[in-house]
């Protein structure tokens, strides 16, 4: 149920912004700052939701906020996830293409030997060294991607959703 929306604060629902930090949407650290230090090398991915530094609000009124959060070798990225990647960090809408499931599991893919992102609901997989396309499942495109900065040891937003958010079919 999400019948909340007379007690979220403005901006609560509004989508990732420019200059938006991020802070972990679950686990024993939820509502923490995620600084580089918290995303081990090469995954698992940590989940996060965007928040806005000048008003505190976290943007966790709308799922289709949540994002991932993922330390990869830069060395296996492509030119244009380089382009919006941190020291080999990189963040993408954990909102599935295919239904809009979340997109939970780091696994390795169906379809080669790299682990991959996951969403359990159909086996849709994104790989996240290239924009995160699809590498399996039913999936009709990439996840959104979230370009990133660093500010101050902690990972900023640097831009918005490149690429549609959420699923193309009622879920
Ligand atoms: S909703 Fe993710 S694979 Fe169907």
Redesign the pocket.
Known sequence: MQARADEDPPGSDERPQKGDLLVFSEGEQEGKLITAANLPAGGPPVHAWPKDPKTSVVRSASRLNEILVIRLDPAELDEQTKARAVDGIVAYSAI??????P?TAWVKSDAGDKEVFK??????EYDPRAGAQVVF???PRRLAALPLALADGSLSIAGNFIGKVG?A?P?
């Open positions: 599935c293409t295919h239904a809009g499931c997109v969403c359990m609901c159909h086996n849709s499942g039913p999936a699923g079919q879920g």
